[in-house]
């Protein structure tokens, strides 16, 4: 399973770089939304902020991906942009990868999006303070995701759903990753029929249910408890009234 850890740009800060109008918000809504999607993918998200420097989950584990996710500052007569980096070579070990992903980025999420990609290369994003933080084989990018109070890029970057289907489309190809297909969860596979080959997955799921139930019945706190009771009887006729329907 890959693993990824996604920092919501400037989010957590109370002083200091807090970044341009608008985008703290825009950072914090879009990661959640973001990481939301790469789950339904079966890719494995960590999220942190601004201070993911002391957390240990962040600088102590090797991650397929680290992604930083900004908005940039307004531009005037330059009707928006954005653009993916890279760290400073000299501070990423994983650099070869790192450049790899971000130019993924920068070909699908752009155009996919409809705002503009415009190269801002910098010490803001080259030597982004959290690149020293990380593991030497993590790969590590800052996302521009487009300028938040741009009239251009507001209205898009306002649409949770495109923006962060995009980046995941982006991240899904840099690791080889399907992401057309979402994987189902356990109550989504109990309400699915599917073929024989199917079959007997989900009556197996069912009778996961109803043992774990049915142990929740048998300790001393439960036997009286019915709720549990009631929980009981319903995974049994689930299972009857499936196995009579097919």
């Known amino acids: 399973?890959?693993?990824?850890?996604?920092?919501?740009?400037h989010v957590g800060r109370t002083s200091g770089a807090i970044g341009a109008p608008e985008e703290m918000a825009n950072n914090k809504r879009i990661t959640d939304r973001l990481s939301a999607v790469l789950r339904s993918k079966g890719i494995e998200v960590y999220q942190?902020?601004?201070?993911g420097y002391n957390d240990k989950k962040v600088t102590k584990e090797n991650y397929d991906l680290f992604l930083s996710i900004h908005c940039d500052m307004d531009y005037s007569n330059d009707e928006g942009g954005g653009f993916s980096d890279f760290a400073n070579p000299k501070t990423d070990r994983a650099t070869k990868e790192?450049?790899?992903?971000s130019g993924v980025i920068n070909s699908i999420y752009f155009p996919e999006v409809k705002i503009k990609y415009i190269p801002r290369v910098n010490l803001n994003t080259r030597d982004y303070y959290m690149w020293k933080y990380l593991t030497p084989s993590t790969p590590c990018v800052i996302l521009e995701m487009g300028q938040s109070v741009d009239p251009h890029d507001k209205v898009l970057l306002g649409n949770t759903d495109l923006i962060a289907n995009a980046i995941a489309k982006s991240i899904c190809v840099a690791?080889?990753?399907?992401?057309?297909?979402?994987?189902?969860?356990v109550?989504?596979?109990?309400?699915?029929?599917?073929?024989n080959g199917k079959l007997l997955t989900e009556i197996d799921i069912l009778k996961q249910a109803l043992i774990k139930a049915k142990t929740d019945c048998d300790s001393l706190l439960a036997v009286k408890d019915k709720e549990c009771q009631e929980k009981f009887k319903t995974y049994k006729e689930k299972i009857i009234n499936f196995i009579n329907s097919n």
């Not at 399973?1 to 740009?9: D, E, I, P």
């Open 1 to 9: 399973m890959k693993k990824v850890c996604l920092q919501a740009g």
């Open 48 to 51: 942190t902020d601004a201070y």
């Open 175 to 185: 690791l080889n990753v399907d992401y057309e297909t979402e994987k189902p969860s």
């Open 98 to 101: 790192s450049q790899r992903i």
């Open 187 to 195: 109550s989504d596979s109990i309400d699915y029929k599917t073929e």
